[in-house]
C-alpha cells in the first residue's frame, strides 16, 4: 500500500529512486513520482501510472538540474484522493523547499489541514499526507533542522506512517521516520538508502537495518543519525538479508508472476529446508515452549485472500493430524465477532507481506485476550513477526507479482511440516507415520516441477477455453480451498468473472447459473472424496458446461470426466494442493495474457494491503 524511497550521497541518486519505485510498483502504482534536491530548490515529477508510465517519469529525470545528493520518491495505491496526478506524491509546502513521500494513513488529516489551510497555507492536494509538508514547513520557520521539524511534526499527526523528507536548504540529507507503516535502512560507503521494503535497494546497501515505530533517521552520506519518539528504542536494529539483486528481478521473464511460479519448486525447498522431520524446537523463530504447545486445545488461523486459502488447507491437516479443532476466520472479521479464545489458544495469522493490516489487527486481538500468538510471514522483521509470540517463516524470497503464487504453496508446506511435527509432539502420529509423510512432503518440490513443465499443456486447454466469461472451479475437501484459491488468481488478472465452490454445495443453489456458455474446472485428484467430486461433474456437464478436470497423470479414469485435462503428479491427499494449484494458476495468467491485462499489476489492486 503505497511504496516510498530515499537516497543520499554522490551517488546518482535519481535512478536509484526510479530503479527502486520500478521495484516497489507491487506496493501500489496508481501513480508515481520523485523529488530531488537541486540547485535552489526541490525538483519534482509525478505522473498518473494509469497514463504516463514509470518510463516517462524516467526520462522527465534525465532532464533534472544537478542534483545535490539527496532525494526521495513514491508509488501510490490510492486511498485518500483520485489516483491523478495532482494526488500523486512528493508532496511539497507552501514554499517548494520541502518535498515529503508518505504511506500510510493520517487520520487527523482533516482537521489539520483546515487548520493549515485557516492560517494561509495552500494545499494543492486531496490526499490526507500533504499536511506533513506543511507542518513541516511550519516548524522550520523558527530555524529548526529538518530533522527537528519532522520531529515536532510527529508529535500533532496521528495514525500510521512511513516517511522520508528533504529539504532544498539541506543537501545532501533525508529524514525519515516510521510508525506501523514498514520502513528500512540501507547503507553502504558513502551514500544511504531508505526504503519500504528491501527488494528497492536490494545490490545498493551493504548492511540493512530496520527502522522501528518512533524513530527518526537522518540520513547524510553513509552517516545514520537516530533519534526518537516516546519511548522508542535508540538504535536500529541490524536486518540479516538473504535476498539477492536476481530474486527481485525479472531475470529474463516477462513478468514477475511467471518468474515466481517457476520459483515454487524452490520456495517450497527452501521454506522446508530440505532437513527432514523437525522436532518444534527446530522451528528457529517459533518461540513457544513444547509444553505451552502440548496443552493447546484450539487453534484459530486468521488471514485474508490468497493467504487465507492456504490456511483453509492447513485446517484439514492441522484437525486430522493433530486432532485439535481448528476455527478458521477471515482476518477482518475476526476481532469483530467476539471470538472465544485463552491462554490454552494458539492464534495462527497467515501473510506473505507480515504487514496487512486486518490479520495484524487481528493478532493484536488475540494476544490482547490471552492467547498465543504465531505468525506466518515470508517477509523477515514484518510488523506481525515482531509482534507475534513467534514466526514460522517461509523462504519464497520477494514476492513482486501482485497474485501470490510462490507464497501459497510455501504458506501450505510450512503450514503442513509444522502440523506433522506439532502431530508427534502430542503423540497424535506415531514418529514412524509422520517420517512417511515428511519424507513425501520432501518430494513436492520435484512434483511441482514436473507440473511445471506441463505448463504449455496447460496453457493451450486455456486458449481452447478463453473465450468463456464465466468459470466456477470445484473442489471437495482440499481441493475447496484449491478451487477457492483458482477461482481467486482467474478474477484477480484475467478480471472474468470467476467462483470456487464446495463442489457438494453446487447443487444447493449455484448449479442455477451453469448452462452452456460455462466452464467448470474440477479438481479431481485422487483423494478421500474423488468419485464424489466426479459425480459433481456429471452434474454440471448434463446442463451443458464444459468440463476441465485436474486429475492425477497416473490416473487414467478422470480425463474421461472432462472435455479437457490438466495432468498433475499424485501425491499424499493432503499434500495435493501444493500441485494441484500449478495449473490453476497458468490458466489465469494464460487468460489475462489473452484479455491483454498486465499480469504483475492488475488494476485496482497492492500487493501489501495496510488499510481496513
Ligand atoms: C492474492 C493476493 C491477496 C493476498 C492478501 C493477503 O493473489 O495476493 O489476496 O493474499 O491481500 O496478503 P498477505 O498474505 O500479505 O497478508
Not at 535552489?40 to 542534483?67: C, E, F, H, Q, Y
Not at 518440490?445 to 477455453?465: G, H, T
Not at 476441465?548 to 479437457?564: L, P, R, S
Request: glycine share 8%; aromatic share 6%.
Amino acid at each position: 500500500m503505497c511504496g516510498i524511497i530515499g537516497a543520499t550521497g554522490p551517488i546518482p541518486v535519481a535512478k536509484i529512486l526510479i530503479e527502486g519505485l520500478e521495484r516497489l510498483e507491487y506496493r501500489g502504482y496508481d501513480s508515481a513520482g520523485v523529488a530531488l534536491v537541486v540547485e535552489g530548490g526541490i525538483w519534482r515529477t509525478r505522473a498518473a501510472v494509469s497514463t504516463v508510465s514509470m518510463k516517462s517519469l524516467a526520462d522527465a529525470v534525465v532532464n533534472a538540474p544537478k542534483v545535490l545528493d539527496a532525494g526521495v520518491g513514491h508509488t501510490r495505491w490510492a486511498t485518500h484522493g483520485a489516483p491523478n496526478e495532482r494526488n500523486a506524491h512528493p508532496h511539497s509546502d507552501c514554499t517548494g523547499k520541502v518535498a515529503i513521500v508518505h504511506n500510510g494513513i493520517i487520520e487527523n488529516h482533516a482537521i489539520l489541514s483546515s487548520r493549515l489551510i485557516e492560517d494561509g497555507h495552500n494545499l494543492a492536494s486531496d490526499t490526507d499526507s500533504e499536511v506533513i509538508a506543511h507542518l513541516v514547513e511550519e516548524n522550520l520557520r523558527d530555524g529548526s533542522s529538518l530533522t527537528q521539524a519532522v520531529l515536532n511534526t510527529l508529535k500533532v499527526i496521528e495514525g500510521t506512517y512511513a516517511i522520508a523528507a528533504v529539504r532544498s536548504d539541506e543537501p545532501g540529507t533525508v529524514v525519515a521516520a516510521r510508525n506501523v507503516s514498514p520502513l528500512i535502512v540501507g547503507v553502504s560507503e558513502g551514500a544511504s538508502y531508505v526504503a519500504s521494503d528491501i527488494p528497492a535497494i536490494l545490490g545498493r546497501a551493504e548492511k540493512y537495518f530496520s527502522v522501528a515505530d518512533g524513530q527518526v533517521v537522518t540520513l547524510k552520506g553513509e552517516n545514520l543519525q537516530v533519534d526518537v519518539v516516546g519511548e522508542a528504542p535508540g538504535e536500529l536494529m541490524p536486518l540479516e538479508v538473504s535476498w539477492d539483486l536476481d530474486m527481485a528481478q525479472k531475470g529474463g521473464y516477462e513478468s514477475f508472476m511467471l518468474k515466481e511460479i517457476d520459483e515454487e519448486p524452490r520456495a517450497i525447498a527452501d521454506t522446508l529446508r530440505m532437513r527432514g522431520i523437525e522436532a518444534i524446537e527446530m522451528f528457529d523463530e517459533l518461540n513457544l515452549d513444547p509444553a505451552v504447545l502440548r496443552q493447546i486445545d484450539k487453534i484459530f488461523l486468521v488471514a485474508c485472500g490468497t493467504s487465507f486459502h492456504a490456511a483453509m488447507v492447513a485446517k484439514y491437516a492441522f484437525e486430522h493430524w493433530c486432532k485439535i479443532p481448528v476455527e478458521l476466520d477471515i482476518a477482518s472479521e475476526f476481532r469483530y465477532r467476539d471470538p472465544v479464545v485463552d491462554g490454552k489458544t494458539l492464534v495462527i495469522g497467515v501473510s506473505q507481506s507480515g504487514e496487512t493490516i486486518d490479520t495484524l489487527q487481528a493478532l493484536r486481538e488475540a494476544r490482547r485476550l490471552g492467547s498465543h500468538a504465531i505468525a506466518v510471514a515470508n517477509v523477515v522483521d514484518s510488523s506481525m513477526t515482531r509482534e507475534a509470540d513467534g514466526v514460522l517463516y517461509t523462504r519464497a524470497g520477494p514476492e513482486i507479482g501482485v497474485a501470490a503464487t510462490k507464497t501459497f504453496v510455501a504458506q501450505v508446506a510450512i503450514l503442513e511440516a509444522f502440523a506433522l511435527s506439532l502431530a508427534e509432539l502430542r503423540n497424535t502420529l506415531y514418529k514412524s507415520e509422520t517420517e512417511l509423510l515428511m519424507n513425501e512432503l520432501l518430494t513436492i518440490p520435484l512434483k511441482v516441477e514436473r507440473a511445471i513443465a506441463r505448463a504449455s499443456e496447460y496453457r493451450s486447454v486455456a486458449k481452447e477455453i478463453g473465450d468463456s466469461k464465466d468459470f466456477f472451479f470445484l473442489g471437495r475437501h482440499v481441493g475447496y480451498p484449491t478451487a477457492l484459491e483458482g477461482a481467486l488468481k482467474l478474477k484477480e488478472i484475467s478480471y472474468l468473472h470467476a467462483e470456487g465452490f464446495a463442489a457438494g454445495e453446487l447443487k444447493h443453489g449455484p448449479i442455477a447459473l451453469i448452462d452452456s456458455s460455462s466452464v467448470v474446472i474440477g479438481v479431481a485428484t485422487r483423494g478421500r472424496l474423488w468419485s464424489k467430486v466426479l459425480s459433481n461433474l456429471e452434474e454440471v456437464r448434463a446442463r451443458g458446461a464444459r468440463v476441465v478436470v485436474v486429475a492425477n497423470e497416473d490416473d487414467t479414469q478422470t480425463a474421461h470426466f472432462g472435455d479437457y485435462v490438466f495432468k498433475v503428479p499424485s501425491t499424499h491427499e493432503l499434500f495435493a494442493p501444493l500441485i494441484d494449484i500449478i495449473p490453476l494458476q497458468f490458466l489465469a495468467y494464460d487468460l489475462a495474457l489473452q484479455h491483454g491485462n498486465d499480469v504483475d499489476r492488475p488494476r485496482n489492486l497492492a500487493k501489501t494491503v495496510t488499510v481496513e
